[in-house]
């Protein structure tokens, strides 16, 4: 099992830039890919990003693509979500996720491990 406990949240205003961290802890070897999800009020949890470990690939949500990016530092088991340009729609309690399977990274059935989220909100 992989720990994930994810920071950095917070309320900035439309135009403005956030950086969400998520630490993991635990079997870290056994990850193949890492996600960011989020949810709004009333709303399914949705996918925003993903990369693969083995390959290095990132994927992105429509939605997200060309303002967020995911990255991550290896060495300490970090990943990361810079987001960019933040509007009102991005408002959302943002996951760290982590996926033993490496496929089908833009769903959140292919994850096994969670973390608690981390409360994003964007004022207009």
């Known amino acids: 099992q992989v720990q994930l406990v994810e920071s950095g949240g917070g309320m900035v205003q439309a135009g403005g830039s956030l950086r969400l961290s998520c630490a993991a802890s635990?079997?870290?070897?056994?990850?193949?890919?890492m996600g960011w999800f989020r949810q709004a009020p009333g709303k399914e949890r949705e996918f925003v990003a993903a990369?693969?470990?083995?390959?290095?690939?990132?994927y992105y949500a429509d939605s997200v693509k060309g303002r967020f990016t995911i990255s991550r530092d290896g060495a300490k088991n970090m990943v990361y979500l810079q987001m960019n340009s933040l509007n009102p729609e991005d408002t959302a309690v943002y996951y760290c996720?982590?996926?033993?399977?490496?496929?089908?990274?833009?769903?959140?059935?292919?994850?096994?491990?969670w973390g608690q989220g981390t409360q994003v909100t964007v004022s207009s």
């Open positions: 635990g079997r870290t070897f056994s990850m193949a890919g």
């Open positions: 996720a982590a996926s033993r399977l490496g496929y089908g990274l833009t769903k959140t059935g292919y994850y096994e491990d």
């Open positions: 990369f693969d470990r083995r390959d290095g690939n990132a």
